[in-house]
């Protein structure tokens, strides 16, 4: 009889726009270990990017046995399976120099959150401006420069005894909750929301429509014309729709 995995009994309610990265990298944090120290304790194979290389199945595991639905859980998993579909779009994504995957995070976003996470949108390069806040996001640690690195955990206490959340630096411990550019820029219009919406919703949805014709597009046409075209006011579905339209000249 095959023995049964060991479970970690206890794991946060992943938010509706969280990364399967922010949900595990909290994970961690509840139980105080490194992301490689869970997936060791787990049984499962080491993934340099959890967000596309992690199996739902692994992230299943992952949640076994805790308040997490498995349904919840399929769902969180399946984010970013056009990416695994099409490897090509990886390129949307942010990495550091050293190809690690990152994140660009809104300082004013963590400063609001009651529990501090990433959101999905933070993961693609296309994703500069905050919509909410109107500001730039930041891409390292305004204390030590390090890049926002999606498996590097934050543990530990910060200088005035409180547990570190996923809004501290994991090298310096700093808080990026308010730091950096958190100014509200009045050079972003709404064209430039809009061109950035329809970009990372069409990778999520993994097609795209265009004004006046039937036909769906895939994300290989995506990445062509987003290397050959300038996009001008892109009309964009919400995100939760299946579908974004978009007009290209």
């Known amino acids: 009889m095959s023995k049964r995995p060991p479970s970690i009994l206890l794991a946060p309610l992943p938010f509706d726009d969280e990364s399967p990265a922010s949900w595990i990298i909290r994970t961690c944090q509840m139980h105080a270990v490194t992301y490689h120290e869970l997936l060791g304790y787990l049984g499962i194979p080491r ?19 805790t308040r997490v639905a498995e349904k919840r859980l399929r769902s969180l998993g399946s984010v970013f399976k056009s ?32 529990v501090p996470y990433l959101r999905i949108q933070w993961r693609f390069k296309d994703w500069k401006y905050c919509p909410v806040h109107r500001n730039a996001l930041m891409e390292r640690c305004p204390e030590c420069g390090v890049s926002i690195i999606s498996t590097k955990v934050s543990l530990g206490h910060s200088p005035n005894g409180d547990l570190l959340d996923i809004s501290h630096c994991y090298l310096c411990g700093h808080s990026r909750a308010h730091s950096g550019a958190a100014c509200p820029c009045a050079t972003i219009d709404d064209r430039e ?6 970009l990372v919703s069409a990778v999520l949805h993994g097609h795209f429509f265009i004004e006046g014709f039937a036909k769906r597009f895939d994300l290989d046409f995506l990445l062509w014309l987003r290397g050959n075209y300038q996009w001008d006011g892109p009309r964009v579905a919400p995100t939760n729709s299946a579908t974004a339209d978009a007009r290209a000249i």
């Open 193 to 198: 929301l809009a061109v950035q919406n329809f």
């Open 83 to 114: 990416v695994r579909d099409f490897p090509r779009v990886k390129t949307l994504l942010n990495f550091d120099i050293h190809g690690e995957p990152s994140y660009r995070v809104c300082a004013l976003c963590l400063a609001d959150d009651e």
């Open 47 to 65: 993934r340099r990017d959890p967000d596309v290389q992690l199996p739902i199945d692994h992230l299943c595991r992952i949640g076994s046995n």
